[in-house]
């Protein structure tokens, strides 16, 4: 079946660290890879946005790479910090979706002071 | 400029109720969606619209309706909620175009919504 899975464990960072998050998909052939940030009770807030010809986009700290080759999307926050700590969730356009985005269910992240 | 707004925060409804969940969106976005998020899932797709007058499903549409009259707003309708409805359902915009990926999803602060 076709799917998004992000890591469903929470990932604990020390403060300062290099947190890195995995989007790893099947069967989809993406143009597009989203990656979102969400709060507790609050909507998701969209961080960056790849097209399938980019290796890697970058903004401020953090960084996001697209291997199709892997079908994987690693997001990288560098020197972390307390208020980094969230869900992250990506999202995929798969092409032949007529408008709908697939998301995978978001990982965890804490960053310990 | 309040982007997404979504009402109410918060809602409890007896099997067999029915409900409005108010959205609105002030950023002229052509492309209105509701999702609905539970635990330990991606976010779903239950209905979309690209524009005033034209709605589709999504994903998880049965149980839901919803219409399109104007360009800001996009109400989703619970006909006859059911336990499995529980759920936080968020209502989203953006550019239409046609790849839906090659834009940002602005998001509504979420409605939780309890069934007993």
């Known amino acids: 079946s076709q799917k998004i899975e992000q890591n469903s464990e929470a990932l604990n960072i020390q403060e300062g660290k290099t947190a890195t998050l995995t989007c790893n998909y099947t069967?989809?052939?993406?143009?597009?890879l989203q990656w979102y940030r969400q709060d507790p009770g609050r909507g998701p807030v969209f961080l960056l946005l790849?097209?399938?010809n980019e290796k890697e986009k970058r903004k401020e700290r953090l960084k996001v790479t697209f291997d199709t080759t892997l079908k994987q999307s690693l997001f990288h926050i560098t020197a972390s910090q307390p208020a980094d700590s969230a869900t992250y969730l990506c999202?995929?356009?798969?092409?032949?979706?007529?408008?709908?985005?697939?998301w995978g269910a978001g990982t965890k992240l804490i960053i310990k002071p | 400029n309040a982007g997404v707004t979504q009402t109410p925060k918060f809602q409890v409804l007896k099997t067999g109720q029915s409900m409005t969940l108010q959205c609105a969106q002030d950023?002229?976005?052509?492309?209105m969606s509701w999702y609905r998020q539970d635990p330990g899932m991606g976010l779903r797709l239950i209905h979309y619209s690209v524009g005033a007058g034209i709605t589709d499903q999504g994903e998880v549409p049965n149980g839901y309706n919803v219409s399109r009259s104007t360009t800001e707003d996009f109400p989703l309708r619970l006909l006859s909620a059911a336990p499995s409805q529980t759920s936080v359902y968020f209502c989203?915009?953006?550019?239409?175009?046609?790849?839906?990926?090659?834009?940002?999803?602005?998001f509504g602060p979420g409605t939780r919504l309890t069934v007993t």
């Open positions: 999202a995929l356009d798969p092409l032949d979706s007529n408008y709908q985005l697939i």
């Open positions: 989203a915009s953006s550019y239409a175009g046609p790849q839906r990926g090659a834009y940002e999803q602005y």
């Open positions: 950023m002229n976005h052509e492309y």
């Open positions: 069967n989809y052939s993406p143009a597009y």
């Open positions: 790849i097209r399938e």
